[in-house]
């Protein structure tokens, strides 16, 4: 029977994917490992691989569609062979079963579920040396992992330092040793899919060892949770002015238009009627260089010269012009779900208000020139201006608070969170104890963190505990901003750029170095003149930045 290949479940967090992109169509061989498409997740964009070989028979998701976890994607078999029973089969299906169950069912006779205690115990056949290796708690918030990708296949040779999987759990990816030697016997969880903590994710032991017992105690590999359904992105859509386009492959006459495929998703990508189109393969078939040499506007103008009185000749001709309105929908990626509805929450909840104050930076020019003469890592402004956050915040504990409820948490350590502009969002990891570091270390932190963000490769660790957040735009040219509070820190400062600008100095207007800096502080835990306070005692820091080096 043909194997049925649905939307695996690629992180903690998420209910549905995003079909990026086909690299296999129907009618296509594939074999076990090959890249059938790319998928769009909360995290990243992630290769989907095969299972099995054979031919991909149907493919049940259009590029660009979202689709929940479980749902089915595509179904691949044996050449010819009829995949609708396949399809109807899954239809009350709850959810895919793992690859290795799949892959195994293909081998052998279909037959009623073994019965219970068939085979021997888990602790017997430990002392057949037999080692089941399961989900690992990863974090002290996690409830299950992800397998983003297995380094071993069943069969294979494994040592007890061997690295066996790599396991996400919500924004980490973490490697997982099996501490086992022997054959990997049996895989419970196929990539993609989620396990529960302390669920059976691989088996090692002897080769031909029977594990049967193991398998039947109810401790069943994990699946992927089937989501409810969200509702179905809306596509491009385009509106021409001139014309109403009819339906992909019907002319306006209901008579059928000749055109391939690739030519029917550019025509409607483009708002163009097919049955305007002249195609010039066999038969008059539209192909894609029919779309693109399409001239709406041309068509448009013989259409309205035919149908033009004669005597309508001599008056003067208005030039006319043939637009086309056009718009793009996308759907919401998972990541900026989580960020509008965190930012939403923080900005609804807590009462927001802001004080911006000019800092003269001079001196911090001049020190930061100096200081990386001899640093052994090169010191930015932004570097400068987290130290000195830090070193002010000892000063002003109330800004390095937070709100309880029915109390209010006073940090006595500064944990500075350092926004960061990712492909798909923002991402905040967080520099530790910083009052305490070097600039230098600072610096080297910050690029390890920027590095480790782009390529999305933050640890739990990298992310969490933050006290106060530092927001910089300053090297977009931006000259000042406000931002939304980190929750659930009571405060963050948005720095702007570093302009040149005229400043009266011992009476006399001349030239200066000035940067912005606007504080937004959560009024149930900061009031004005602690805010004001703490940017006074900042601004004393930047412009004597010598005092960051005491």
């Not at 013989?302 to 001599?314: G, Q, V």
């Not at 965190?342 to 900005?347: H, K």
């Not at 100095?505 to 805010?531: F, Q, S």
Request: hydrophobic fraction near 40%; include cysteine; proline fraction near 5%.
């Amino acid at each position: 029977m043909a194997d049925v290949v649905k939307m695996p479940k690629m992180s903690d967090t998420m209910t549905e994917g995003v079909m990026a992109k086909w690299h296999k169509k129907v009618g296509d061989k594939v074999k076990s490992g090959d890249v059938m498409a790319e998928v769009e997740t909360d995290k990243a964009t992630m290769d989907l691989e095969s299972y099995w070989d054979g031919t991909v028979l149907y493919i049940g998701v259009e590029e660009g569609k979202a689709v929940p976890v479980d749902a089915v994607i595509a179904v691949i078999g044996k050449e010819g062979e009829d995949y609708k029973a396949a399809l109807d089969a899954e239809g009350g299906a709850e959810s895919a079963a793992p690859a290795a169950e799949k892959a195994e069912a293909k081998a052998e006779p279909k037959a009623d579920a073994p019965a219970q205690g068939a085979g021997l115990s888990e602790d017997e056949l430990a002392k057949k040396g037999v080692t089941v290796i399961r989900m690992p708690l990863l974090s002290d918030t996690m409830t299950e992992g992800v397998i983003a990708e297995w380094h071993k296949k069943v069969g294979d040779k494994v040592k007890d330092d061997d690295i066996l999987a790599d396991v996400e759990t919500d924004k980490a990816t973490m490697e997982v040793m099996g501490y086992a030697t022997g054959t990997l016997l049996h895989i419970g969880v196929e990539k993609g899919a989620a396990a529960k903590v302390n669920g059976i994710i691989a088996i090692v032991g002897p080769e031909g060892t029977d594990i049967s017992g193991i398998l039947n105690q109810g401790d069943a590999p994990a699946k992927p949770a089937a989501d409810k359904k969200s509702d179905a992105p809306v596509e491009e859509k385009s509106a021409p002015v001139a014309e109403t386009p009819a339906e992909e492959s019907v002319s306006s006459d209901g008579s059928r238009v000749k055109a391939s495929p690739l030519a029917k998703k550019l025509a409607k990508e483009k708002g163009i009627d097919l049955s305007k189109v002249s195609g010039s393969a066999d038969g008059g078939r539209i192909i894609k260089k029919d779309i693109e040499n399409f001239k709406p506007a041309a068509a448009a103008a013989k259409t309205e010269s035919a149908s033009a009185p004669a005597a309508d000749k001599a008056a003067p001709v208005i030039p006319q012009y043939v637009g086309e309105e056009r718009f793009t929908e996308k759907p919401v990626s998972q990541m900026r779900k989580v960020i509008a509805k965190r930012l939403g929450e923080s900005l609804f909840t807590a009462p927001h208000f802001y004080l911006t104050i000019s800092i003269d930076m001079d001196n911090a020019m001049s020190a930061r020139t100096a200081i990386n003469t001899v640093a052994p890592v090169k010191v930015s402004f932004n570097d400068i201006v987290i130290k000195a956050v830090a070193v002010a915040l000892k000063q002003h504990p109330a800004v390095n608070s937070s709100w309880g409820g029915d109390k209010i948490r006073f940090n006595e350590h500064t944990n500075i969170g350092v926004a960061m502009a990712v492909e798909d969002g923002l991402l905040v990891p967080v520099v530790r104890f910083a009052d305490g570091k070097s600039l230098s270390h600072i610096s080297a932190e910050v690029k390890e963190y920027g590095q480790k963000a782009k390529a999305k490769k933050l640890q739990p660790a990298d992310w969490e505990g933050s006290t106060f957040t530092v927001s910089n735009l300053g090297m977009f040219g931006i000259d000042e901003f406000t931002s939304i509070i980190n929750s659930p820190d009571g405060a963050i400062l948005s720095v702007g750029a570093i302009q040149q600008v005229p400043v009266v100095k011992n009476g006399a207007v001349v030239p200066g170095n000035v940067m912005k800096l606007t504080l937004g502080c959560d009024h149930r835990v900061v009031d004005g003149a602690t805010g004001a306070a703490f940017l006074q005692t900042l601004k004393g820091l930047l412009e004597e930045p010598i005092r960051l080096l005491a």
